[in-house]
């Protein structure tokens, strides 16, 4: 899908993911500070489901890269880490991002329906939060695949249609981030598990519940704050774990 390809390269080109979150300019040592400490405050389920340090010394593929801020904490590990990204932009960023952390990465712009690596690459794909928004998923995933090695494992991360942010944007009338985009996509827990066939192993991990928003202003973002994320945080985990706006994808190749 060339025509939708290059619609979804010229989008992301000028809107990186959770850009608005700093105040600092994009590139500084502020930004990205900003950006590692938003990221990983509002998804702290990261760091008690991926083992960073696990990677230590084995090649790993971050399709959908951003601005860096996982490929950081590979690096940061002692992984041989490549960063993938359609938008030049992104790349651009996550350089700048290890540069000034004195870290390094294989960095590449490339669309991760058409990957430019040889068959079983890499110990450890993972491509987070870029599924849903690519021309072809099905593609995306198949070539996630192709480029593991046996015995590695890749990790998927899309959103929940079954979710309690989903039902929250349609009732407060509140957009989703990048809703905007060319491509966006929500999945329910089987229409994931059809799309990650390809893998012998899969296991899905509902995540990603409310925590305090720092871009929503105004009243609603008050009531978001104030009373929602307290009343939604004080049920039961299990009564409302399948409706974690994030599902994760853990999927083994045999």
Known sequence: MPDANARVREYWNTHIHDLDVSAHP??????????????FEKLHHLLRLVDFDAWKGRKVLDVGCGAGVEVVRFARAGAEVTGVDIAESAVSLTRQNLAQRGLTA??????????????????????HGVV????????????CYRVLRPGGLAIFQVYNRVSWLNALSKVMRVPLEHEDAPVLRRYSIGE?????????????VPERFPVKSRLHKGWKGAVYNGLFVGTFNAVPRSWVRRFGWHLLAFCSKA
């Open 26 to 39: 994009a590139g500084s040592p502020e930004f990205f500070a900003d950006l590692d400490t938003y990221h």
């Open 106 to 127: 294989r960095l590449e712009v490339a669309d991760g329906e058409n990957l430019p690596f040889p068959d079983s690459s890499f110990d450890l794909v993972y491509a």
């Open 132 to 143: 849903q928004y690519t021309s072809s998923d099905s593609r995306l995933v198949a070539e």
């Open 192 to 204: 994931l598990q059809r799309l990650v066939q390809p893998f012998q192993n899969v296991r899905i």
